[in-house]
């Protein structure tokens, strides 16, 4: 396991390296109301490989926390909440449009009285756009699909702000 973890940091370096360095390849962001469901998460975005011309794929993963309520506005469990996500953008210099589809697990930790189970999992669709500054901060605006395993779906207008190198 340490030799394919070794492999990975090695190859993950080896190609920044060799890849140009015009578009930045990793992201570091906050995010409110997002993917997660949550108030906030902290999200690393990966570029992967270029599609096409202006068309390019990433990756996302991150960690949230999450507050189950009951009808009575009542907190019933607390969740930490790991997303993942595969990022399709589409753009040029600073201006990028993405549609991603991804998948989250929560971690519940519940109250005596919850009813909640210990794990839950949700799948989500969002589109949107993001501004890389010639800085390197970006920002980012999105809307979304959330469809929990236990609960309702739900709609979310996400905003992110980070930096990327």
Do not use: C
Request: glycine content about 8%.
């Amino acid at each position: 396991m340490k030799n394919k973890i070794l492999v990975f940091i090695i190859i993950s370096l080896a190609s920044n390296n060799l890849l140009s360095q015009s578009f930045p390849k990793n992201a570091v962001y906050y995010d409110f109301m997002g993917h997660t469901r949550s108030t906030y998460s902290l999200n690393y975005e990966r570029y992967l490989f270029k599609i096409h011309k202006d068309l390019h794929l990433n990756a996302r993963t991150g960690i949230g926390h999450y507050k189950y309520y009951n009808y009575e506005n009542y907190v019933t469990a607390n969740a930490v909440i790991i997303p993942t996500a595969a990022v399709l953008e589409y753009g040029k210099q600073n201006h990028f449009f993405n549609i991603s589809g991804g998948y989250s697990a929560s971690f519940i930790k519940m109250k005596p009285e919850s009813k909640l189970p210990r794990f839950d999992s949700a799948y989500s669709l969002s589109i949107g756009y993001k501004y890389i500054t010639d800085t390197g901060w970006f920002f980012q605006i999105y809307s979304g699909i959330i469809q929990p395993k236990i609960s309702p779906k739900e709609s979310t207008l996400g905003l992110s702000i980070g930096g990327v190198w």
